[in-house]
C-alpha cells in the first residue's frame, strides 16, 4: 500500500508539473539533434583515396580508428582542412586532428556542432598523455551558450585530480530545457545514453584509459541507461532524480557506483519512482540502492557539487585519479 501511494504522489505531481506548462511545454519540448554529421554527404563523396570512405553513421569508433591509422600524415590533414566538421566530430579519430578540426571553437575540443542549441565537449588537462580520464555529463539547460559552467567543472576538478588525469566536459547530448515534460521522461537520457556509450568507446579506440563518469542530476539518468554499454571504471551521480534502475545490480555494470546529495539540494524533493514512463526510479543515494554514498553535507546547492573546498570535489578528485 504504501509503494502504491508512492506513486501515486508521482504520478500527481508529474501530471501537474506537465499540465501546469501546457501553455508553454513545446517549447521546453526539445528535439535531439539526428541524422548524418554536417558534411557527410562530402566526406562521402570524396574520392581521393580510390576507395570508399568510413560512413560516419555506421561505421564504429573501432573502425574508424584504424582507417585514420592507415592514414599518411598529409592525408590525415588533407582531411582535417576538407571536411572538418566530420573529422572534428567522430569517434574513433585521433584526439589530435579533433582539436585541430574544431579548433575555431576553441582549445582542445574535441566536438562541436552547432545545429539547434549546440553539442560541445572540451577537455582539461592533457589527455593525449593521462594516465585516468574522467567524463562530465551535465543535466538540463546545457548547449553551446551555457557550456561554460559545465567546463568550469571540469577545470576544476582536473586542477583537484592532479596532472596525471584529463576530465571532459561532455555536453555531447540534447539535454531537456527548462521545466516540462522532458525532466519527466527518459527521451532524451535515451539517446544521450546512445551517444555516451559511442563516445566512451571512441575514447577506447584512440587507446585512452576506461573513464570515470560523473553525471549531474538529468545527466546521471543518461548514465544509468549508458551504463551497462561502456567500460567506465566509475560512475558517480550527484543531485540525481534517479538513474532508471531499481539499485546497482540492475544497472549490469561492473562500474563502482559512487553517489552524493546534498541535504539542501532542491532534487531530495523530487519523488523517486518511476510510473509509466515518469519519474527516473530509485534515490542513487539510499541504503537500498547499493551505491557507495559520498559526504555532501557541505554542498550548499544543486549545483554545487563541484565546487572547491567541498567534501565532494575531494572525493570526486580521489575517484578521478584513481585514489578510491
Known amino acids: 500500500m504504501r509503494r502504491f501511494k508512492q506513486a501515486l504522489t508521482t504520478a500527481v505531481l508529474t501530471a501537474l508539473l506537465v499540465g501546469s506548462t501546457a501553455g508553454w511545454a513545446s517549447e521546453s519540448t526539445e528535439s535531439a539533434l539526428s541524422g548524418p554529421l554536417p558534411g557527410t554527404a562530402a566526406w562521402l563523396a570524396d574520392d581521393s583515396l580510390g576507395k570508399e570512405l568510413p560512413d560516419p553513421t555506421t561505421a564504429t569508433p573501432a573502425e574508424v580508428a584504424v582507417f585514420f591509422a592507415d592514414l599518411t600524415d598529409t592525408q590525415q590533414r588533407r582531411f582535417v582542412e576538407d571536411h572538418p566538421t566530420v573529422v572534428g566530430n567522430l569517434d574513433g579519430v585521433p584526439v589530435s586532428l579533433r582539436y585541430e578540426a574544431n579548433a575555431p571553437a576553441g582549445d582542445q575540443v574535441l566536438a562541436y556542432d552547432p545545429r539547434g542549441r549546440g553539442l560541445i565537449v572540451r577537455v582539461a588537462g592533457n589527455l593525449e598523455n593521462a594516465t585516468h580520464v574522467s567524463v562530465i555529463v551535465p543535466g538540463s539547460d546545457i548547449g553551446i551558450s551555457t557550456f561554460d559552467r559545465t567546463a568550469q567543472w571540469a577545470a576544476d576538478l582536473q586542477e583537484e585530480a592532479g596532472d596525471d588525469t584529463a576530465v571532459i566536459a561532455w555536453a555531447g ?60 571504471n566509475d560512475i558517480v551521480v550527484m543531485g540525481s532524480p534517479g538513474m532508471r534502475a531499481d539499485d546497482v545490480t540492475a544497472l549490469g555494470t561492473d562500474a563502482h557506483i559512487w553517489a552524493a546529495k546534498s541535504p ?41 557539487y563541484f565546487t572547491p573546498g567541498t567534501s565532494t570535489l575531494t572525493a570526486f578528485a580521489a575517484i578521478a585519479g584513481g585514489d578510491l
Open 173 to 232: 547530448y540534447t539535454t531537456p530545457s527548462g521545466i516540462g515534460p522532458d525532466l519527466a521522461t527518459g527521451r532524451l537520457a535515451e539517446t544521450g545514453a546512445e551517444r555516451l556509450t559511442r563516445f566512451t568507446e571512441g575514447l577506447d579506440a584512440a587507446g585512452l584509459p576506461a573513464p570515470s563518469l560523473f553525471c549531474h542530476s538529468y545527466g546521471s539518468v543518461a548514465c544509468g541507461l549508458a551504463a551497462h554499454d561502456t567500460d567506465a
Open 264 to 304: 539542501d539540494d532542491w532534487i531530495d524533493r523530487v519523488p523517486n519512482v518511476e510510473v509509466l514512463g515518469l519519474g527516473h526510479g530509485a534515490d542513487p543515494t539510499s541504503p537500498d540502492f547499493g551505491a557507495t554514498v559520498l559526504p555532501a553535507d557541505d554542498v550548499p546547492a544543486h549545483d554545487e
